[in-house]
């Protein structure tokens, strides 16, 4: 049975939206947030990197000490979960260098973010770019970018309302949750799946010339186009890597130790951006009602528990404060979060519904959107 969707502190029907909302503008919204937040502590920005790497080795070390055998897939499926879901804070880590909210030196920042998402196969400066169109342009149908989903009148979203119909709603539930966390972050990457309705398809984080130019503008200037190349020298310095380490070893090794982990990291990742922006009672709006402090509070915190929240550093649950100002750091976001409350307890959105029950609803009943008349917004 569907859980019932409840999103605090407001709760919204998707039949029947509140109009009444007043929304603060982006000058209010960032106001209520202190400067002081911004401030980077090196100390603890090191602490958490000690605590993200140094479980992400011991894991991965582990990982080199299993056999390679069919009998030992149940350790191997373990293997994977455990130190997937432990590398994904190196994965945050990185993403919080993008931000400039990891480190007051910008060239250790970087080269902190650059190393991370290079380990981890992530073009660093090219997906740094396109999550800060993500940010600039939250819940827009032209401009966002990231999980903008397609209207139900386009030749996507038609296609997706007519395979949910023929699928069934369990049956498309779990096709959803499966392209979504197997080849849902490799699809983006190479070819701007989910993104905004501007910038065409396909767009590719690894290059920018006419082919991948369609839009009406484009996620990738020319002007980018050297950030781009630093991107794949990291990515192809670490494949090399891996190169390397399958000759010394054996494919089959570097397959299982870094290839399985490698997958679990990506599903958190889906898992996380997709929760975050997207539920049966969330809006997306158009040009026409877009506004910035509108999108921004669009996002949703949810309930991932004391161990993901201390090795994913809060990203699931301290979202909205995230996109309300992006340079506030992880351990300076928890306080964020609830002066946001305080301020503004109607707008701020916090889902209690269990990940996993979340999950199911956003896979079986979020397809294409479609306008309401009473607010001019978008829902599924």
């Known amino acids: 049975m569907t859980p019932p969707v409840v999103l605090e502190a407001r709760s919204l029907s998707v039949a029947a939206p509140k109009t009444a909302l007043r929304y603060p503008t982006k000058t209010e919204l960032l106001a209520c947030l202190p400067a002081e937040l911004t401030r980077l502590d090196p100390w603890k920005a090191w602490g958490s990197l000690a ?67 290079s380990v981890l196969l992530v073009p660093y400066y090219s997906w740094a770019r396109s999550h800060a169109v993500h940010h600039a342009h939250c819940n827009h149908l032209e401009g966002g970018e990231t999980h903008v989903p397609p209207r139900h009148n386009s030749v996507s979203g038609r296609a997706t309302e007519r395979l949910r119909q023929q699928m069934g709603i369990s049956l498309f539930g779990w096709f959803s949750i499966t392209i979504h966390l197997l080849l849902g972050w490799p699809l983006y990457l190479f070819a701007g799946a989910t993104g905004g309705e501007d910038y065409g398809r396909p767009t590719s984080h690894f290059w920018n010339g006419p082919s991948f130019q369609q839009g009406v503008k484009p996620l990738f200037p020319r002007s980018f186009r050297r950030w781009m190349v630093r991107s794949n020298i990291g990515l192809v310095l670490m494949l090399i890597a891996l190169a390397s380490a399958a000759v010394m070893t054996s494919p089959a090794r570097v397959l299982c130790v870094y290839g399985l982990p490698y ?118």
């Open 263 to 380: 997958l679990v990291v990506n599903a958190w990742l889906v898992i996380y951006t997709w929760l975050q922006h997207t539920d049966v009672a969330i809006p997306h709006y158009s040009s026409a009602e877009w506004t910035w402090a509108k999108g921004a509070l669009q996002t949703v915190d949810r309930p991932y528990g004391t161990l993901l929240n201390l090795l994913h550093h809060g990203i699931g649950s301290t979202h909205v404060c995230h996109h309300v100002n992006s340079r506030i750091p992880h351990y300076n976001a928890w306080r964020g979060t609830t002066l946001l409350k305080q301020h503004y307890p109607e707008l701020v959105r916090y889902d209690p519904t269990p990940i996993h029950q979340a999950l199911w609803r956003v896979a079986t009943r979020c397809g294409a959107v479609r306008q309401n008349p009473s607010d001019g917004a978008y829902y599924y």
């Open 51 to 117: 605590l993200s790497v140094g479980l992400s080795a011991l894991a991965y070390a582990t990982g080199t000490q299993l056999p390679l055998s069919w009998a030992a897939t149940p350790l191997w499926l373990i293997y994977a979960l455990v130190t997937g879901t432990v590398a994904m804070g190196c994965w945050v880590l990185a993403h919080e260098c993008g931000h400039n909210a990891f480190h007051p030196n910008r060239r250790i920042e970087a080269a902190v973010g650059f190393v991370l998402h």
